[in-house]
């Protein structure tokens, strides 16, 4: 069976004339002779509000309930992508999770997609219909809605991809594709053809905003290929794919930057085992996310310096956890906000030599100032101040030719 798995978000059925252009889309794959599955978001603006509302009731609501309202938003979008495509002379009805099912395991709000049964489905597609179902949730085995997290719908796509062996999935947006660094702030981004799962995977980590990072983990799991493309222009994607598939001549494929974080240092940390511990601990308890971590060691091999990053709303309480915390001991604690992490990802760097001096290299001609040093196989971070953001990716996409 020729399949091809259709996964549109949010901006993508935001309006009604919106719904009315991806109803043509559908139309001309169905005109290529495709079978077709339609994964489908809520409608932009609807989940959040959904949320804001059980908020409002209580600041303790439950979390089987709040799965079952922000799971409605899709079932909306769904009828009304079925309803435009029956308008249209097509044969198509929305899905709800539940009716096919999908079945998931895990916690509320965060639940895996872990079987879908088949037999309903590809029934009504040998029928010649089209399935428009709903994307982000799933039934657990108590027979109640769990949603599956932000990006939940991108994850259902790819599911439905793996279950039913789909030629392929395409992940429609409101961006054109993944692009070798953010557009909104380097004008010469270019539109990357083609990107491996472990490149894609560190890009989303790192602030890329394409696909949240469990959906690639999940494709490159089962080797399940995605393209990403608008569903406002009539232009090719950007293919994830396996890394053999990859041009290995380019050394880097994209550069990425944060906007969010703080730097916080403890000067003359007693050098001891598990004084890492004792400071990360607290932190973990309190849900505080440490990113970049960097120990140097003094002179009189006594005493160490300990740097790390963190989210800026977590400055306060990260200042207040460190004070307070009895089982270590350090002469100063050094509070820096408003830095950005700079990192340039690619796979051609595992096999190149003098990556990390062409980078810092290029900064230092731009004069910027590197504050904390973090590698990988096909990564290189660095810390430096947010006034420099833009300037900093502008001198390595020009190094790295990504450019042309």
Known sequence: MRLVVLKFGGTSVGTIHKIKRIAKIIENYKKKKYNIIVVCSAMSGVTNDLITKTKEVSKNFSETEYDAIVSTGEQVSCSLIAGCLSNNGL????????????????????????????KDILSYIKQGGIPIVTGFQGLNKDNRITTIGRGGSDASAIMFAKFFKAEKCIIYTDVEGVFTTDPNKLKKAKKIKMISYEEMLEMASLGAKVMQPVSIQDARLDRIDIEVKSSFVKRPGTLITKRSNINLNRTVTGITSTHNDAKVTLVGVKDKPGVAASIFKPLSKNSINVDMVVQNISADKKHTDLTFTIKNEDLHKTKKICQNNKSINFKKLLLKKNVSKISIIGVGMITTPGVSFRMFQALANSKINIQVISTSEIKISVLVDKKNTRKALSALHKEFKLDK
Request: charged residues 25%.
């Open 91 to 118: 044969k198509a009805r929305s899905w709800s999770s539940w009716q096919i099912p999908i079945l998931t395991k895990g916690p509320n709000k965060n639940a895996r997609i872990y079987k879908i049964h088949k």
